[in-house]
Antibody, heavy 118, light 110 residues
Framework: QVRLQQSGAGLLKPSETLSLTCTVHNGSFNGFYWSWIRQSPGKGLEWMGE???????HDNPSLKSRVTLTIDPSTSQFSLKLNSVTAADTAVYYCARARMPKHYFDYWGQGALVTVSS | QSALTQPASVSGSLGQSITLSCSGSDDDIGRFKLVSWFQQYPGEAPKLLIF???KRPSWASDRFSGSRSGNTASLTISGLQAEDDADYYCCSYAGANTYVFGSGTKVTVL
């Protein structure tokens, strides 16, 4: 059974950089896109971006290039950095596996709450 | 890239069937048959129920079925059960390697 385990979370101050990592267990790392999706308190889901094992990335234009995605296939880990955070970035952040070419998310991490407050 | 539109809430009685709608545009649902649906309980991650508009993963109950017509996708829950009380989100591929989610529907089982 594929399992995605997230690490990193907590409290940030405005203008700091959010950093999260997702480790993939019991599944192939190759042949998929690895995504980040967030959910603001009491609100819906927002796709942030994705990366594959070659380091090819796609991101949500609404995040205005604040997102940096990295991947390390040797450790089955991929990571998200979001710079210049504000209170609007307070959310639960999820990592997820994206199946291609049908473009759907089949496995998700447990989620990590990130709070931005001065 | 605007969020897909879902009704805020839908309710139904035990054993009843209900249908949730997800309205998009010509740029997402209308263009691609790549709509997925997720179920989410409070404090948990979303769980895939439907992909490619009408296909179920192995773990999803056959009480869940999906369809798509024009710019609107639908999720039908048949034989409503207490454990179906949850939030439901739709998602569509929106081209150029981007995705858009719906605003979510709270299903209440009466």
């Amino acid at each position: 059974q594929v399992r995605l385990q997230q690490s990193g979370a907590g409290l940030l101050k405005p203008s700091e950089t959010l950093s999260l990592t997702c480790t993939v267990h019991n599944g192939s790392f190759n042949g998929f896109y690895w995504s980040w999706i967030r959910q603001s308190p009491g609100k819906g889901l927002e796709w942030m971006g994705e990366i594959n094992q070659y380091g090819n990335t796609h991101d949500n234009p609404s995040l205005k290039s604040r997102v940096t995605l990295t991947i390390d296939p040797s450790t089955s880990q991929f990571s998200l950095k979001l710079n210049s955070v504000t209170a609007a970035d307070t959310a639960v952040y999820y990592c997820a596996r994206a199946r291609m070419p049908k473009h759907y998310f089949d496995y998700w991490g447990q989620g990590a709450l990130v709070t931005v407050s001065s | 890239q605007s969020a897909l539109t879902q009704p805020a809430s839908v309710s139904g009685s035990l054993g009843q069937s209900i249908t949730l709608s997800c309205s998009g545009s010509d740029d997402d649902i209308g263009r691609f048959k790549l709509v997925s649906w997720f179920q989410q309980y409070p404090g948990e991650a979303p769980k895939l129920l439907i992909f490619e508009a009408d296909k179920r993963p192995s773990w999803a109950s056959d009480r869940f079925s999906g369809s798509r017509s024009g710019n609107t996708a639908s999720l039908t829950i048949s034989g409503l059960q207490a454990e179906d009380d949850a939030d439901y989100y739709c998602c569509s591929y929106a081209g150029a390697n981007t995705y858009v989610f719906g605003s979510g529907t709270k299903v209440t089982v009466l």
